[in-house]
């Protein structure tokens, strides 16, 4: 019964924002086919090669394994870590995640909460949601990449299995970033509160490690961030990306879900 | 299946400093409506939370059907209607329902088309008002498809918060009707409301809440009984002022032989006295709950303005 009150209600939070969500796959899918193409403008990293040469020595040392985002094994990943489509993924997520809240500003959460509709359910319609949400966002982004190099001739070092590997790292991200909004769901009074505690807490995570990528004193702190163990990185650099990274995000992801649970199971509503 | 479907045991509930509720008991049986009478702020709508399991009481307990409220089952048998209606606005009439059917229908089985087209044929509600996103409706049509989704699976027990808000008189008969056959149906209603000739009219058992204690509970009829009434009286000479004393009433208001009374309780003795003496007019109307109102309220009142 709970599974097909889930189901029920994932069903409805997809329908509300059906519109939204196609228009976000396929802006996704044509991101990552675009970015292949402008890569393939600079003939790879060879072309932007040259462009960097012109750059003064300072800029040239700063953008040195940067430009393999240019090469045809890291125009892919550079999707998969690019702010804009960082932030439209995490975007989704989070607007379904923290539907609690937006059910309780719009007064619905009570109405539904007075059906035959267990706590445990109803979180799990939105757990559904967000897990979907992970797997075909990604597989967006990977769909289009691989489209697009089948529509260049940039030579391929990098095996199929390591986008893949990297897309899943990218998956546990989301269900990272799900779980942490759900929490903020389930406490906020309304979305946009629930909202702005997700983007306090992810928008310095994300910098955190962006900066550490480009500086070393950021090591020390650059484990706190969620950021820090999507492997899409060293797909980037051409080395293999490790499953073991996943763990502290599906765990992060694990342990909100079960806090919110916790927290919703004894909230007055 | 017991008789008792919602019972509420000492029931409390703090907010902060603020003593919402404080130790309700009450049940309601199959074949009742109970209404649920007080003021804004009596404390009902928190006592109709508690009761669906919306909120967690800071003592006491409740047991709807004899289970947790806060067991997605126990509510299955249950219709709600909020005080404050709350409907997804993208959503028409049609999907809504539909909506709630789904999540009231045990396995797959699909929603129940004819009771559906029966309850909106009697409140009024056409099929373009269900066509409408429940945005582009009024408050009267939202409060009718809130009506509709509290009775559309034939519950067992309906908890109305104000079920006839934004109504016009046609529909408000239309929900007393729905009200009595529920009623004699053996099914349970909890009715609140601070519109009390509409408790008077639906309800066969009142409870009433004051700073969020119950002050009275009883049926319509016993509470009536209990109420102090007002009894003209003309008599044809001198009125005999003693023996109605003698027999419980007190003299508000003498014009001559014309006596204006106050009584309460038994009215056998000053029946026996009225009959011994010749009187020319007579008149005694029935009390209405609003005499209760003001004798209830009439204390908070003063507590409020002093």
């Not at chain 1, 228009?23 to 003939?43: K, N, P, R, S, T």
């Not at chain 1, 953008?63 to 240019?70: A, G, S, W």
């Not at chain 2, 109970?34 to 404390?43: E, F, Q, S, Y």
Request: charged share 20%; net charge negative; glycine share 10%.
């Amino acid at each position: 019964m709970s599974a097909r009150v889930s189901l029920i209600l994932a069903r409805r939070w997809l329908a509300r924002h059906r519109g939204l969500l196609a228009l976000v796959l396929l802006g996704l899918f044509v991101f990552e086919v675009g970015l292949v193409h402008i890569a393939e403008q600079f003939d790879g990293g060879a072309g932007m090669q040259a462009v960097v040469d012109m750059l003064p020595s300072f800029f040239q040392q700063l953008v040195h394994d940067k430009l393999r985002d240019f090469s045809a094994d890291g125009v892919v990943s550079m999707g998969f870590n690019h702010p804009v489509a960082m932030t439209v993924m995490c975007s989704m997520v989070a607007l379904f995640a923290t539907g609690t809240a937006a059910d309780r500003e719009e007064g619905l959460l009570g109405a539904l909460l007075a059906r035959p509709v267990s706590r445990g359910a109803y979180l799990g319609g939105i757990v559904l949601c967000v897990v979907l949400l992970a797997l075909i966002q990604p597989a967006m982004l990977l769909g289009g990449g691989m489209l697009g190099l089948s529509m260049v001739s940039l030579d391929q070092t990098v095996p199929f299995e390591v986008h893949v590997e990297a897309g899943l790292g990218l998956v546990a991200l989301l269900l990272a970033v799900g779980g942490l909004a759900l929490l903020a769901g389930v406490y906020a009074p309304r979305r946009g509160v629930a909202v702005t505690w997700l983007a306090a807490a992810l928008v310095p995570a994300y910098l955190v490690e962006f900066l550490g990528f480009l500086w070393s004193g950021m090591d020390a702190v650059r484990w706190l961030s969620p950021f820090h163990y999507v492997p899409q990185l060293p797909a980037l650099l051409g080395q293999e990306p490790s499953a073991a990274g996943l763990w502290p995000l599906l765990l992060l992801a694990a342990l909100c879900w079960a806090l919110a649970a916790r927290r919703f199971a004894g909230s007055d509503e | 299946m017991a008789d008792t479907l919602l019972a509420l045991s000492g029931l409390s509930k703090r907010f902060g400093d603020v003593l919402a509720l404080d130790d309700l008991t009450l049940d309601v049986s199959r074949g009742e409506v109970v209404g649920l009478l007080g003021p804004n702020g009596a404390g009902k709508t928190t006592a109709i939370r508690l009761a669906l399991g919306l909120a967690v009481p800071t003592a006491g307990s409740v047991r709807l059907f004899g289970r947790s409220p806060r067991e997605a089952a126990a509510r299955a048998g249950l219709g709600y209607l909020p005080g404050e209606l709350a409907l997804d606005p993208r959503l028409d009439g049609h999907a809504m329902l539909a909506l709630n059917a789904r999540l009231h229908a045990p396995g797959d089985a699909p929603p129940d088309a004819t009771r559906v087209g029966e309850l909106c044929e009697r409140l009024g509600l056409s099929h373009a008002d269900l066509s409408r996103p429940v945005r582009d409706d009024s408050s009267g049509t939202r409060q009718k498809l809130g009506l509709v989704a509290a009775w559309q699976h034939d519950p067992e027990l309906l908890l109305l918060d104000e079920p006839t808000n934004a109504l016009d008189p046609l529909v408000r008969e239309a929900v007393f009707e729905l009200l009595r056959e529920a009623a004699a149906a053996g099914k349970a209603v909890l009715h609140s409301s601070h519109v009390l000739s509409e408790v008077d009219r639906s309800c066969n058992s009142v409870a009433v809440l004051r700073g969020g204690r119950l002050v009275e509970r009883g049926s319509v009829s016993e509470l009536r009984r209990r109420l102090t009434r007002h009894m003209l009286v003309r008599f044809r000479g001198a009125p005999p002022v003693a023996a109605l004393s003698a027999a419980g009433a007190v003299i508000l208001e003498r014009d001559g032989a014309r006596l204006v009374l106050q009584v309460a309780g038994a009215l056998d003795p000053l029946l026996a006295v009225l009959a011994s003496h010749p009187v020319d007019e007579l008149a005694f109307p029935e009390p209405d709950l609003s005499a209760a109102f003001a004798h209830w309220y009439g204390d908070a009142a003063r507590e409020a303005r002093s």
